[in-house]
């Protein structure tokens, strides 16, 4: 019998304080995506560093001049987001590149909400370097708009590709794969809440985005089956000024290669031109690619 049976027979037949730990146990192993010849290509230009506890943890750097930092999704990988970075490096900047604890070169078979909020915190104070933008893919933008809060973080400028606009998604999963009882389902949700030190309604009203605006980029894909594109028209609603632009075509991960998507953030970076961009609901690009 495979662990996510066992899994599933467990939750049915223990009470939710128990079943809760078997939904973590299971929610919380991480996969390592394969990397394509183009995001190897990538990773070999760039400088590999170390951060956090005892070194353990990853990241890789390109270029220099004004920081950017870049963080992938749940089980995501530094190396989704190295042509990004190395094409944007090329404009000027120095692009460094997170591997949150559990997923690609860094260590551990496991991850939490937790784990990339104080990953992406410890590899900012480890850089020494005052932070232009941070650039996050999924849960990774989600972390990073919250870590403002928890962890003190700030940027010129943050952009956020394919983000919740709160942690639902690996709620979807666990439905999807264990089909668990309500109360299961509640006591998991404030699981995850206490991570960001919040309840799970306060999340769901947008508080990681508080205090957000026209320093702000939301890029989302209207095929994306992982993270409803509605979470970005939401979230530029929290976010007075901000600036949201939607593709086709791509959906949530190979968004991260789209032309759009590059074209997009570099002009973002750049000081001069985004104060001349549109402000949300002003500028969408349409357009199918693969």
């Known amino acids: 019998m495979s662990v996510e049976k066992i899994a599933k027979a467990l939750v049915a037949i223990l009470p939710a304080p128990y079943a809760v730990r078997v ?15 183009e995001q190897q290509q990538a ?3 760039a400088v590999r560093l170390r951060y956090g ?11 220099t001049g004004p920081l950017v930092i870049l963080v992938h999704g749940w089980n995501g990988r530094a190396a989704q987001l190295a042509p990004l970075a190395a094409n944007i490096s090329k404009s000027g900047f120095r692009c460094v590149a997170i591997e949150v604890t ?7 078979a496991r991850t939490a909400w937790a784990c990339f909020i104080d990953d992406i915190a410890a590899l900012t104070q480890s850089l020494g370097q005052q932070v232009h933008a941070y650039v996050a893919h999924s849960a990774g933008g989600l972390a990073t708009m919250a870590a ?3 962890k003190g973080i700030h940027a010129n400028r943050y952009v956020c590709i ?3 606009s709160h942690p639902y998604p690996p709620i979807n999963v666990i439905r999807r794969r264990l089909n668990p009882r309500q ?3 509640d006591s998991y949700r404030q699981y995850i809440a206490k991570q960001f030190n919040s309840d799970w309604d306060t999340l769901k009203s947008g508080t990681a985005y508080a205090d957000a605006g026209p320093e702000t980029l939301l890029f989302y894909d209207e095929g994306d089956r992982f993270v409803d594109h509605h979470d970005g028209t939401q979230i530029a609603g929290w976010c007075p000024g901000s600036h949201l632009i939607k593709t086709t075509g791509y959906g949530h991960s190979k968004v991260l290669a789209s032309p759009e998507l590059l074209q997009s953030v570099t002009e973002f970076l750049n000081e001069e031109i985004v104060r001349s961009m549109p402000h949300a609901g002003q500028y969408s690009v349409t357009e199918i690619g693969r």
Not at 102 to 108: D, E, K, N, P, Q
């Open 23 to 37: 939904v973590s146990a299971l929610a919380t192993r991480t996969q390592r995506p394969p990397v394509t010849p």
């Open 183 to 185: 109360s299961v389902i």
């Open 162 to 164: 394919c983000a919740p």
């Open 53 to 63: 506890n005892q070194d353990r943890n990853v990241a890789w750097s390109w270029g």
């Open 148 to 150: 403002r809060r928890l």
């Open 43 to 45: 990773l070999a230009q």
């Open 102 to 108: 559990g997923h690609g070169s860094s260590a551990g």
